[in-house]
């Protein structure tokens, strides 16, 4: 199957830093690609929706300003947490999904932000 | 290497039970999830065992052996609406998610 790459699997960074995650797919265009946060024992919450070329589409309660989105080309979306606090301490997944496909979606390893 | 393991595809009738099962070989482990995915969908989550036993919610309930590395599904009740892929996923000893390829699920009147 396809597949998606994420950078970095784990990142530790002082309180106020920003980090960045980059999402890749390796062997396929991606069109569109999602943006996931994970607390412990729970379910991926879906973040935003990024499409290559636009602007990102936001879910309900997630701050456009604290997490940066951008799709600049079909393999490559990051995510930048600004200004981060240990609140944002969280597992970060993505997926991605192939231009022209309406269905299938190719899920990244994750990458965990602890925050100190 | 960490191995997630489900059958690519399965049919069953509308009303019936349909049992799907996932075996995983992974470095540690912190919980297994399953998701269903509609096609052109996002994933939704549908439940999350850490423990060995069953965990039932509604018509769906899961089953978590850790001493076998397997997981499955149970769906009772099926309705036209459970058609989608199921997705069988463990979180590593890193918290690592390691996705199934997922299974998906036919259902017929």
């Known amino acids: 199957g396809a597949v998606v790459s994420q950078h970095p699997s784990r990142v530790i960074c002082k309180s106020g830093t920003s980090v960045k995650i980059e999402c890749r797919s390796l062997?396929?265009?991606?069109?569109?690609m999602f943006w996931y946060r994970q607390f412990p024992k729970q379910s991926l919450m879906l973040m935003a929706t990024?499409?290559?070329?636009?602007?990102?589409?936001?879910e309900q309660g997630v701050e456009k300003d604290k997490f940066l989105i951008n799709h600049a080309s079909l393999t490559l979306s990051t995510l930048t947490v600004t200004s981060a606090h240990p609140e944002d301490s969280s597992f970060y997944i993505c997926?991605?999904?192939?231009?022209?496909?309406?269905?299938?979606?190719?899920f990244g390893e994750g990458s965990r932000l602890t925050v100190l | 290497g960490q191995n997630i393991d489900q059958p690519t595809e399965m049919t069953a009738t509308e009303g019936a039970i349909v049992q799907i099962n996932c075996t995983y070989q992974?470095?540690?482990?912190?919980?297994l999830f399953w998701y269903q995915q509609h096609a052109g969908e996002a994933p939704t989550f549908l439940s999350y065992?850490?423990l060995d036993g069953l965990e039932e919610k509604g018509r769906f309930s899961s089953f978590l052996s850790r001493s076998k590395g397997y997981s499955y599904l149970l769906l009772k009740e099926l309705q036209m609406k459970d058609s989608a892929s199921y997705l069988c996923?463990?979180?590593?000893?890193?918290?690592?998610?390691?996705w199934g390829a997922g299974t998906k699920l036919i259902i017929k009147p």
């Open positions: 996923a463990v979180m590593d000893s890193n918290y690592q998610l390691i």
């Open positions: 065992n850490v």
């Open positions: 062997d396929f265009q991606a069109t569109t």
């Open positions: 990024s499409n290559e070329g636009s602007k990102a589409t936001y």
């Open positions: 997926s991605a999904r192939a231009t022209g496909d309406t269905g299938e979606l190719f």
């Open positions: 992974t470095s540690g482990f912190n919980g």
